[in-house]
């Protein structure tokens, strides 16, 4: 029986969180800071997922044996360095990559070189800097527009511009360097815009074995249509129907195993998550980015379709024993609506009231920025609630969660009602 520690506070934390309290082999759950939803699965704990004194804290006061990290934010940060390097928690397992191995997400160039080195399949791309300015300039002028820009560092989902003008891009490429996203743009990837539909695939590994679970499509625009800003994901669905069983195995051939062996070859010590941003560009599938967690939204849907006790593969990773494990997946469909509140995403209040969850029935609801004010639950985020369901097939799982996201109420709830319109 172990105790396990969740760090992070969103809907992805909920959603993981929720399929580990499926297992028959967790004793105590906490969640670090967690939200008002992870609060009925297990204890939250007020520490940030960047205070790593903190954390330790509540490792040994919890008597944690699994910690699993949710967010990009404290694997860049190096927070499993940091318990490797203590010598009073070296024997927690921990699930997520170490800092060198973050950096396929943390730095935009370091994943671009891997996937060279690696010959995994991805975008034409240059790296620029203040150096090598003039040569930034002269790789715009040879693709053909639009053209993509991409601050080096994390910048929380805002750093990638893509500009239809020549000129344009060549004055934000300036404008980056310049320190538009701080040292996060003091780097600029320059890519080649690859032009088909988008799909997230993940897979689980101990660096050596991995395996792959269910992929989804995530709704990043906050219009209709897709369109209007990005925000951090307005739904997801999965399975995904373009992504039949020839092309999830050009996936795993071309890319998912040439990166797990690339981490090997380079020496690279890897456990946790890969989240594969990719491209469907006429039939063939190229690396979009890495990020080094699960997805959000994506999570909200992928948890329903895993069967496989979540614990044993979180465990397999942390302890090199994947090549063991077997993942068993649920045949229906399964989807999330994200209500989020009114001006998301841009200004919008928070410690708005909630009210109609009893009323929901035959949807799971994940919190994705909620918290308790007394006994309420109120808004704390400009994604609220993920609203997921499982039906036979995506529309009668979308109908589902719709239904429940119309009883939900809090003044200023948006959600898209047209996800899936494009498969
Ligand atoms: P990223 O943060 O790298 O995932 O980029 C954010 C979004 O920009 C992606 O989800 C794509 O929609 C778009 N994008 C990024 N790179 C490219 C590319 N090379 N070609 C076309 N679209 C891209
Ligand atoms: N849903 C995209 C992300 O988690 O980055």
């Known amino acids: 029986m172990l105790n396990i520690l969740v760090v992070g506070s969103g809907g992805r934390e909920h959603a993981m969180s929720w399929k580990i309290k499926q297992s028959p082999k967790v004793n ?17 704990i007020p520490v940030g997922v960047s205070d790593f004194q903190g954390l330790k804290k509540v490792i040994l006061e919890k008597k944690i044996d699994l910690v699993v990290i949710g967010p990009e934010v404290p694997l860049v940060e190096g927070l499993h360095d940091f318990i490797l390097a203590d010598e009073e928690l070296k024997q927690v397992k921990v699930v997520g990559p170490q800092q060198e191995g973050a950096q396929l997400e943390g730095s935009k160039d370091y994943a671009k070189a891997f996937m060279q080195r690696h010959n995994i399949p991805t975008a034409k791309y240059l790296t620029v800097t203040a150096e090598n300015l003039p040569e930034g300039l002269a790789f715009l002028e040879s693709l053909k527009a639009p053209f993509v820009l991409k601050a080096d560092g994390l910048a929380a989902g805002k750093g990638v511009l893509i500009i239809d003008n020549l000129a344009e891009a060549q004055a934000s490429l300036k404008e980056m360097l ?6 996060a743009s003091s780097k600029v990837v320059i890519e080649e815009f690859l032009s088909g539909v988008e799909l997230s695939v993940f897979a689980i590994t101990d660096g050596k074995d991995y395996q792959i679970l269910p992929e989804a499509k995530d709704y990043k625009r906050i219009g209709e249509g897709d369109t209007g800003l990005n925000t951090g994901g307005m739904g997801a669905i999965s399975p995904v129907p373009f992504a039949d069983a020839t092309f999830m195995k050009k996936i795993e051939d071309r890319i998912v195993k040439p990166t797990v062996e690339g981490l090997q070859k380079d020496g690279i010590p890897y456990n946790g ?19 080094v967690r699960m997805g959000d939204p994506e999570t909200e849907a992928v948890m329903l379709r895993i069967k496989s006790d979540f614990v044993d593969l979180l465990l397999a990773a942390a302890e090199g024993t994947m ?41 799971i609801l994940f919190h994705a920025g909620t918290k308790f004010k007394g006994s309420d639950v109120v808004t ?14 995506m529309k009668s799982a979308l109908a589902q969660s719709y239904a429940n996201a119309e009883k939900i109420n809090f003044e200023g709830k948006y959600y898209r009602k047209d996800l899936g319109f494009d498969l």
Do not use: H, W
């Open 28 to 44: 105590q759950l906490f969640i670090a800071p967690g939200n008002a939803g992870t609060a009925e699965l297990g204890q939250n």
């Open 178 to 183: 310049d320190g538009q996203f701080g040292a």
């Open 323 to 363: 090549s063991e494990q077997k993942i068993e997946i649920d045949e229906r469909a399964a989807v999330t609506v994200m209500l989020v509140s009114g001006g998301y995403p841009g200004d919008y209040t928070k410690g708005i009231a909630m009210s109609g969850f009893e009323a929901t029935e035959n949807s």
């Open 273 to 291: 998550f890969v989240f594969f941003g990719l491209i469907n560009c006429g039939g063939e599938p190229y690396v979009i980015e890495y990020n």
């Open 380 to 393: 704390d985020g400009g994604r609220v609630l993920a609203v997921s369901s499982y039906g036979t097939d």
